[in-house]
C-alpha cells in the first residue's frame, strides 16, 4: 500500500544535505563527523509521507526515521498537521561490546506541527513532539516545544539571496536534561544556484549539565 502512495501520483519533494557534522532536529545532538543527511517527503491530498536517512560519510547510519502525517488545516496563511513516527538512533559503543560496534535504540513520536504566514517571505513555524522509547535502552521520554521565525528570499544584491530562521526551544529528556535552547539558521544562495549553504548554531539558555554550544555547515541539494 506505501508502494502504491508514493508512486500513483503523490508529489515528492526533498533534500540531500553534505555537513561537516550531523546535528539532531533538536540542534543540541550531534553526531560529531561529517555527515550525508537525505529527507523526502511524498504527499497525496492531506497525507504525507516524510523518510529520513542519516549517514556517517563512512556510510555507516546515525538515525533513520519513518513519518506519517496529515494536514488538518491548510489555508493561504496556516497549516497544521499531525504526524506519529518511528525512528531508530544508532549510538557507536566505545569500547565495541561483544563485537557489537553500535547500540539501537528506537523510539516513537507524536508530532503536531503548523505554520502561519504573517507577511509574504515570513513564517512562524512551531511543533510540539512527545517521543518515548520502544527499546530496552535509551531515554523514557522526551518533550520537544519549538517555535520559529523565518524570514526568506532577503535579497542584497541581484542574484545573492539570503534566509534567515532564529528559534527558541524547551527540551525534557527524562532523567537527563531539561530547559530552554536558542538556535539560528542562515542561508545564502546564489541564483542561479541549484543548491545553497548553510550555518546553524545553537546554545543552551539554562544552565544545565552536558550541553554547550553546537554549530554545523554545508551544503543543501533540494529537489
Wanted: glycine share 6%; net charge positive.
Amino acid at each position: 500500500m506505501l508502494g502504491c502512495f508514493i508512486f500513483s501520483g503523490a508529489q515528492t519533494k526533498g533534500n540531500i544535505q553534505l555537513t561537516n557534522d550531523a546535528v539532531s532536529p533538536a540542534p543540541v545532538f550531534s553526531l560529531g563527523a561529517p555527515a550525508l543527511l537525505s529527507s523526502t517527503t511524498f504527499r497525496k491530498g492531506k497525507f504525507y509521507f516524510n523518510p529520513e536517512f542519516n549517514l556517517g560519510l563512512d556510510l555507516k547510519p546515525w538515525t533513520i526515521i519513518s513519518r506519517v502525517g496529515y494536514y488538518i488545516v491548510e489555508t493561504k496563511k496556516s497549516t497544521i498537521n499531525l504526524a506519529a513516527n518511528v525512528n531508530w538512533y544508532f549510538s557507536k559503543n566505545k569500547p565495541i561490546v561483544n563485537n557489537q560496534e553500535f547500540e539501537v535504540q528506537q523510539y516513537y513520536a507524536l508530532e503536531l506541527n503548523g505554520d502561519y504566514r504573517p507577511k509574504e517571505n515570513q513564517h512562524i513555524y512551531y511543533f510540539y513532539w512527545r517521543s518515548g522509547k520502544m527499546s530496552t535502552n535509551g531515554v523514557l521520554f522526551e518533550n520537544l516545544v519549538n517555535i520559529s521565525y523565518e524570514f526568506s528570499k532577503i535579497k542584497f544584491r541581484k542574484n545573492d539571496v539570503l534566509m534567515w530562521k532564529p528559534s527558541v526551544f524547551y527540551l525534557e529528556d527524562k532523567g537527563w536534561l531539561a530547559g530552554f535552547f536558542a538556535s539560528q539558521t542562515a542561508t545564502y544562495k546564489k541564483e542561479p544556484w541549484k543548491c545553497n549553504v548553510f550555518l546553524t548554531t545553537c546554545w543552551p539558555i539554562s544552565q544545565m549539565p552536558y550541553t554547550k554550544f553546537i554549530w554545523n555547515t554545508g551544503i543543501n541539494f533540494p529537489f
